[in-house]
């Protein structure tokens, strides 16, 4: 098991955010956490990226608890973040929006050989990279934001609401791009709110509701159940 969460709890000072939280991701696994606005995704995936402490409860890479590492040192130990609204430096070139992202010593001395894959991931980027990362459409900021985790060299990629604000096209195109990093055998924890296209990529799904994960197994079994099927996806019985 590449990370296990065990009864994570997290709160905003008073007011909880997650709590009693379990889960597991396999390494070489793409697993989607899915749920409604306000349920607590994006205080998961940060938990997991060392932005936000848990107030209680564990997180274990690969068996070493990283629950009170500095959030500097989850980059270190192999977790990398797409974060919601891309958060490029929009004055800086795309070339140097995805060096930024290759700065520890183990990515620099792979970063030539990381930004080929991210240009053969990504070929619209190749004509791109002198070009100031905030003239580029949404589309291709995203696409950025994700070569720039990748040039981290992950053993797990954290993808947070990566198809917000897209149109279903580039959407479309974002996602089979994410399932080729899958196909390269990286691991990837995905928070998405497009649930029925975040399930058809997934191999295994969560779902939060109210800072609690209430269901979870493979996108099979959810589509099979009418009540994920109405609440999620406004068909079924």
Same mark, same amino acid.
């Given at each position: 098991? $590449? ?46 990226? *060392? ?19 500095? #959030? ?5 130990? !192999? ?12 004055? =800086?070139?795309? @070339?140097?929006?995805?060096?930024? *992202? ?6 620099? #001395?792979? @970063? ?21 990362? !905030?003239? $580029?459409?949404? !589309?291709?900021?995203? =696409?950025? #934001? ?36 899958? #196909? ?19 191999? @295994? ?11 979870? *197994? ?10 994920? @099927? ?5 068909? !079924?019985?």
């Amino acid at each position: 098991m $590449l990370l296990k969460v065990t009864d994570l709890e997290v709160a905003y000072g008073p007011a909880p955010a997650l709590w009693g939280v379990s889960l597991a991701v396999r390494a070489g696994e793409l697993l989607c956490v899915v749920g409604p606005n306000g349920a607590g995704k994006s205080t998961l995936i940060n938990t997991l990226a *060392g932005l936000l402490r848990a107030r209680a409860g564990t997180l274990e890479l690969d068996g070493r608890d990283i629950t009170r590492l500095p #959030a500097h040192r989850f980059c270190a130990a !192999g977790i990398a973040l797409v974060p919601e609204g891309r958060r490029l430096f929009a004055t =800086m070139s795309v @070339r140097e929006n995805l060096e930024l *992202g290759s700065l520890l010593p183990h990515a620099r #001395a792979l @970063r030539a050989t990381s930004m080929e894959h991210a240009m053969a991931l990504f070929p619209l980027l190749k004509e791109k990279l002198g070009a100031p990362a !905030g003239s $580029l459409s949404g !589309g291709q900021q995203q =696409m950025v #934001a994700i070569a720039r985790a990748l040039m981290a060299r992950p053993r797990l990629l954290l993808l947070d609401e990566p198809s917000l604000g897209l149109s279903p096209l580039v959407v479309q195109d974002l996602f089979a791009a994410i399932r080729r990093i899958g #196909a390269d055998g990286i691991t990837m924890l995905l928070v998405e709110q497009n649930v029925a296209t975040a399930l058809q990529i997934a191999q @295994r799904a969560y779902v939060l509701e109210q800072g609690r994960i209430v269901a979870e *197994g493979d996108p099979a079994s959810m589509l099979s159940r009418g009540e994920i @099927r109405r609440a999620y996806l406004g068909t !079924g019985r």
